[in-house]
C-alpha cells in the first residue's frame, strides 16, 4: 500500500515568512510523528499526536513551531517567522498506534534564506 | 535529552567487506531501531530488537541488543554498492510515552574510490 507522504519535497523561503508542511500518513495508523533533522545530523524528535490530539509539545523548538492534525489523518506542522536556523529536513513518521513502529515518509527539505 | 552515541561517524568500504558499527547510551532502552537513510528519502527500518541480548538477523544484517540494554551494534557481512548510505540507531526507553525514538547521530558508508 501507499508509505507516508509529505508534500512540498523541498520549500526555499525567505526569513521571516510563514511555512506549512504536510504529512498524510499511512491509511488506518493512529500515531503520527515529527521529526527536524538538521545536515550530517541525526533526527530530533518535535511531537507526535495521537488520533488528533497532541500530549507533549515540549519537543517543539519554540513557540514559533505548532502542528495539528484533523481527522485523524493529515498533519501540518506550521511555523511562523522562520528563522535560517529552521532550515532542514523534516520528517514525518506513523505507525499503527503507540508503541508499534513507526515508517517514515521522505521529508521535506526547508531551506530558510 | 537522552543522548546515543553512534560509531563510526563515517567509514570506507570495499566491496566483500564485513562492516562494523555500534550505538552506546547512559541510559536504559527497552527497544533498539536500526535505520538506513538513502540521499531525499526518508529512514527505513532495517532491524528491530526488543530483548537483551536478542540477536536479530536480516540477510546479510545482524543487529544485537546489548545485555546492559546501554548499546547495540550493526553487522553487514560482505558489503555491495547499495550498502552505502546512512545508517541510523535509535532507541526507545521502557514508559516512554507516545513512543519517542531518539536517535544517533548516524554513521556513513562510503565506498573506497
Known amino acids: 500500500g501507499a508509505g507516508v507522504s509529505q508534500s512540498p519535497s523541498n520549500k526555499v523561503t525567505e526569513k521571516g515568512k510563514d511555512v506549512e508542511l504536510r504529512c498524510d500518513p499511512i491509511s488506518g495508523h493512529t500515531a503520527l510523528y515529527w521529526y527536524r533533522q538538521s545536515l550530517g545530523q541525526g533526527l530530533e524528535f518535535l511531537i507526535y499526536?495521537?488520533?488528533?490530539?497532541?500530549?507533549?509539545k515540549s519537543g517543539l523548538p519554540s513557540d514559533r513551531f505548532s502542528a495539528e492534525r484533523t481527522g485523524g489523518s493529515v498533519s501540518t506542522l506550521t511555523i511562523q517567522r522562520t528563522q535560517q536556523e529552521d532550515s532542514a529536513v523534516y520528517l514525518c513518521a506513523s505507525s499503527l498506534a503507540i508503541g508499534y513502529e513507526q515508517y517514515f515518509g521522505p521529508g521535506t527539505r526547508l531551506t530558510v534564506t | 535529552g537522552q543522548q546515543l552515541n553512534q560509531s563510526p561517524q563515517s567509514m570506507f568500504i570495499q566491496e566483500g567487506e564485513d562492516v562494523s558499527m555500534n550505538c552506546t547510551s547512559s541510559s536504559i532502552f527497552n527497544t533498539w531501531l536500526w535505520y538506513k537513510q538513502d540521499p531525499g528519502e526518508g529512514p527505513v527500518l532495517l532491524i528491530a530488537?526488543?530483548?537483551?541480548?536478542e540477536l536479530t538477523s536480516n540477510g546479510r544484517l545482524t543487529a544485537q541488543f546489548g545485555i546492559t540494554r546501554k548499546d547495540s551494534f550493526l553487522n553487514i557481512s560482505a558489503s555491495i554498492p547499495s550498502d552505502v548510505g546512512i545508517y541510523f540507531c535509535?532507541?526507545?526507553?521502557?514508559?516512554?510515552?507516545?513512543?519517542?525514538?531518539?536517535f544517533g547521530g548516524g554513521t556513513r558508508l562510503m565506498v573506497k574510490p
Open positions: 535509535a532507541g526507545r526507553i521502557r514508559g516512554n510515552a507516545g513512543n519517542m525514538l531518539t
Open positions: 499526536f495521537q488520533g488528533n490530539s497532541a500530549p507533549d
Open positions: 530488537l526488543y530483548k537483551a541480548g
